[in-house]
């Protein structure tokens, strides 16, 4: 299966908070077996970490926060198609 991870950052490289921003917020397409390899193999590729609890939805969704040093970020994991809907 094909994931769009929306990663938002919430704090910066020295650990300050990031203020709402257009740039603050990055996308990433990724191939995996299902919802949970696909925030693993991110997370893992990113050399961080999950902390706290994985919110977990139907229809392979996931809401995960992680952290990389001092840098701390929301990830949203949802399924994405290739296929365009024709009228």
Known sequence: MRFRIEQTYLTDDEGVVVPPSSDRV???V???PNVDDALT???QADHGEVVGDVARFPGFQLV???KRRKVVYTLHVDPVTEQFVRE
């Open 26 to 28: 990055r996308f990433h």
């Open 30 to 32: 990724l191939d995996a």
């Open 41 to 43: 193999t991110f997370v």
């Open 64 to 66: 995960a926060t992680a």
